[in-house]
């Protein structure tokens, strides 16, 4: 008995210095202000923070179901709709946070395609996969799940973010302005936190 707590120990001690800071992130497609979050905020520091946190990205923001997905409105128009189809598909696509971070960057940017498929094309995501997503029945469901996600949260504002499974308005403000900021507000042993 007295050799299981330690090793108890140590391992509760090694499972919370691995432990990640979860970032949901709520946008839209073709979304300004989601273009220059990722653009000013994610890709510069995504290389110093990449250890720490684990990303998962919402493409839907303001957007809504019709007849459950019969069709859907977006804030921007069709085209974010379809845009933010195409990256639910190749996010579904992507194994892992490296990659997805590449495509949100290369998609979320004003020079970039906004029909998506350029950036698709660049992820290494399977185009014929992704076209039958986009175009199936996979894609309305993932559609589906991104907005039961998001109103989730109390979205007013497109980026949102959501820390730990947690929505505050505060750290929400924060995170657009300053994310590295937020996230050392989140666990304060990240690595540069002061």
Excluded at 60 to 68: D, E, H, L, Q, V
Excluded at 174 to 181: D, E, G, I, V
């Amino acid at each position: 008995m007295f050799r299981v707590v330690p090793i108890l120990v140590l391992a509760l001690v090694a499972a919370s210095v691995d432990a990640k800071v979860k970032v949901t992130v709520f946008y839209e497609h073709l979304c300004p202000d989601s273009i220059r979050w990722v653009s000013n905020q994610l890709a510069p520091n995504y290389n110093a923070l990449r250890d720490h946190i684990d990303l998962e990205f919402i493409p839907f923001g303001k957007a809504r179901s019709i007849n459950g997905g019969a069709s859907f409105e977006c804030q921007h128009g069709p085209l974010e709709c379809e845009g933010n189809r195409i990256q639910s598909c190749v996010l579904n696509q992507l194994p892992d946070q490296d990659r997805q971070v590449s495509y949100v960057s290369c998609q979320m940017s004003f020079e970039a395609d906004p029909r998506g498929w350029e950036c698709t094309f660049r992820s290494g995501a399977d185009l014929v996969s992704t076209q039958n997503c986009v175009e199936g029945v996979q894609g309305i469901q993932l559609q589906l799940e991104a907005e039961r996600r998001t109103q989730q949260i109390p979205l007013t504002f497109v980026p949102s973010f959501a820390f730990n499974d947690q929505f505050d308005a505060e750290l929400n403000s924060l995170a657009f302005q300053n994310f590295p900021a937020a996230l050392c507000r989140v666990d304060s042993s990240i690595a540069g936190c002061q």
